[in-house]
């Protein structure tokens, strides 16, 4: 399902994916308390890549953990900076990602939460999210403050990219035939917003099978 423009045709019209302009909105201060919330108890670190690269993008968790290092990416229970469990899903998240994968047609209750940290100059290049355990699930995700140019493909590295700009409050749901896609975010370009100068990215998924 996709989300119709003004004009009713899809602004984005890949199957699977639904663009939810602005649906974050009302939640977004609330949302942003909780982000800084967790990244008190587990800070955002930029982590380091199986080829030795360090990631342009900050990053901590909620719930169920991404993590990258040396030997690889996994999902863990524990911020390996602290040993600890990584901080609960606030509830503010969970509701938030419940209702934007039911807009989007699916029954959805994500058990973890990667929060990235944008600064001007921070990007992501191409790849899959194939980490997790039930493909059948969506991932939700959430664009607060600055505006970024987001970067969506195929199933092949090398297919053609169609890009999007996702702005404070959208929010996407990436499922079915899009689930695998290859998708990446373009350098962050400096700017101002009322939330600070950066921008945070949720994405929400079903780790356990
Ligand atoms: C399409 N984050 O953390 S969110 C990531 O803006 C990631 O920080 C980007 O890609 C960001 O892994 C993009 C949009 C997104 C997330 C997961 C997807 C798009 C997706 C999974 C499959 C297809
Ligand atoms: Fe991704």
Redesign the pocket.
Same mark, same amino acid.
């Given at each position: 399902m996709t989300q119709p423009d003004l004009f009713g045709v899809p602004e984005f019209g890949r199957e699977g994916v639904s663009l939810l302009r602005g649906f974050a909105l009302t939640d977004a201060q609330e949302l942003v308390a909780a982000i800084e919330a967790v990244a008190r108890v587990a800070p955002f670190r930029h982590m380091t890549v199986p080829g030795g690269g360090r990631m342009s @993008?900050g990053m901590t968790n909620a719930g169920i953990g991404w993590v990258a290092d040396s030997k690889g990416y996994r999902y863990d229970h524990q911020d390996p900076l602290s040993g600890q469990p990584w901080p609960a899903l606030p509830p503010v998240f969970t509701h938030l990602a419940e209702r934007a994968a039911q807009a989007a047609g699916f029954g959805f209750t994500p058990d973890g939460c &990667?929060i *990235?940290r944008?600064e001007p100059g921070a990007k992501?290049g191409l790849?899959?999210?194939i980490n997790e355990g039930d493909y059948s699930a969506p991932?939700v995700?959430v +664009?607060l403050g600055l505006p970024?140019t /987001?970067q /969506?493909g195929g199933l092949k590295r090398s297919d053609p990219v169609e890009k999007i700009t &996702?702005h404070h409050g959208d929010v @996407?749901v990436?499922g079915g035939p899009?689930?695998? +896609?290859f998708?990446? @975010?373009l350098t962050l370009r400096a700017g101002h917003h009322v939330i600070g100068n950066h921008r945070y *990215?949720l994405?929400f998924r079903k780790v356990l099978g």
């Amino acid at each position: 399902m996709t989300q119709p423009d003004l004009f009713g045709v899809p602004e984005f019209g890949r199957e699977g994916v639904s663009l939810l302009r602005g649906f974050a909105l009302t939640d977004a201060q609330e949302l942003v308390a909780a982000i800084e919330a967790v990244a008190r108890v587990a800070p955002f670190r930029h982590m380091t890549v199986p080829g030795g690269g360090r990631m342009s @993008v900050g990053m901590t968790n909620a719930g169920i953990g991404w993590v990258a290092d040396s030997k690889g990416y996994r999902y863990d229970h524990q911020d390996p900076l602290s040993g600890q469990p990584w901080p609960a899903l606030p509830p503010v998240f969970t509701h938030l990602a419940e209702r934007a994968a039911q807009a989007a047609g699916f029954g959805f209750t994500p058990d973890g939460c &990667l929060i *990235n940290r944008y600064e001007p100059g921070a990007k992501m290049g191409l790849h899959q999210d194939i980490n997790e355990g039930d493909y059948s699930a969506p991932i939700v995700s959430v +664009s607060l403050g600055l505006p970024a140019t /987001f970067q /969506f493909g195929g199933l092949k590295r090398s297919d053609p990219v169609e890009k999007i700009t &996702l702005h404070h409050g959208d929010v @996407v749901v990436w499922g079915g035939p899009a689930r695998k +896609s290859f998708h990446g @975010v373009l350098t962050l370009r400096a700017g101002h917003h009322v939330i600070g100068n950066h921008r945070y *990215n949720l994405t929400f998924r079903k780790v356990l099978g």
